[in-house]
Antibody, heavy 122, light 106 residues
C-alpha cells in the first residue's frame, strides 16, 4: 500500500525557517518525481515545488523561488522542503505528492499525503 | 499558464448530470488533470491527459477537451460526489491549478 506522511509543520514567526519531511512507503521512491503542494486556509491548491526522481532537477513556483528548497534522500525514502524567510502568506497545509507512473504524465499526482500545517505568525 | 474554472460554485441534486469547465490561458494540448477534494482530506486524482480515467474512479466521471478548453462531467451525481473539483495543467512548470469548483447539494 502506497503511503505518504508529512512531518514538521509548526507555528513559526515571520522570517523564520522550517523543514518539512515526507516519509513514503509502498513504492520504489527513487523511481518517481515528487512535489509539494500547499493549500492556504479556505483557499485552493497551489503547487510549490517539484523534484526529479534522481534529485538533480528541481522546479519552483514564483511565489517561493529563492526561499524554498526541495530535496530528497532516496536511501531514506524521504522528501524534504526547506522553508526560509517565511511570510504570513506561506501559512497553509503542505501536501507531498507522488508523480503518476504513466508515460507523458510527469506532474500528475496519483498519491498524496494528508498534509502538515505550517502557520506563520506576524 | 492560468486556468479558470467555471462555475466557481454549483448546486445540484443527486442524479443530476453536471459539467465543470476549465479554460487555459494558452494551449496545453491534453496535459490536463482533474482532482476531487473533500473537506479536511487530500485531493484525489480523477482524470489525467484530459480524458483518461484514473484507476478505480467510477465511470460516471468523464473528461474531454484539448488546447484551451476542457470539461469534467459527472453523469449522475451520487451523494459522495459533493466536493470541490480542481483542474491542473502539467505541460510546463510551474504547474498550476484552477481556482476550484465547489459542488454542493441542492
Amino acid at each position: 500500500e502506497v503511503q505518504l506522511e508529512e512531518f514538521g509543520g509548526d507555528l513559526v514567526q515571520r522570517g523564520g525557517s522550517l523543514r518539512l519531511s515526507c516519509a513514503v512507503s509502498g513504492f520504489t521512491f527513487r523511481d518517481y518525481a515528487m512535489s509539494w503542494v500547499r493549500q492556504a486556509p479556505g483557499k485552493g491548491l497551489e503547487w510549490v515545488a517539484g523534484l526529479s526522481a534522481s534529485g538533480t532537477s528541481s522546479y519552483y513556483a514564483d511565489s517561493v523561488k529563492g526561499r524554498v528548497t526541495i530535496t530528497r534522500d532516496n536511501a531514506k525514502n524521504t522528501l524534504y522542503l526547506q522553508l526560509n524567510s517565511l511570510r504570513v502568506e506561506d501559512t497553509a497545509v503542505y501536501f507531498c505528492a507522488k508523480d503518476h507512473p504513466g508515460a507523458m504524465v510527469r506532474g500528475v499526482f496519483d498519491y498524496w499525503g494528508q498534509g502538515t500545517l505550517v502557520t506563520v505568525s506576524s | 499558464i492560468q486556468l479558470t474554472q467555471s462555475p466557481s460554485f454549483l448546486s445540484a441534486s443527486v442524479g443530476d448530470r453536471v459539467t465543470i469547465t476549465c479554460r487555459a490561458s494558452q494551449g496545453i494540448g491534453s496535459y490536463l488533470a482533474w482532482y476531487q477534494q473533500k473537506p479536511g482530506k487530500a485531493p484525489k486524482l480523477l482524470i489525467y491527459t484530459a480524458s483518461t480515467l484514473q484507476s478505480e474512479v467510477p465511470s460516471r466521471f468523464s473528461g474531454s477537451g484539448s488546447g484551451t478548453e476542457f470539461t469534467l462531467t459527472i453523469s449522475s451525481l451520487q451523494p459522495e460526489d459533493f466536493a470541490t473539483y480542481y483542474c491542473q495543467q502539467f505541460i510546463a512548470y510551474p504547474i498550476t491549478f484552477g481556482q476550484g469548483t465547489r459542488l454542493e447539494i441542492k
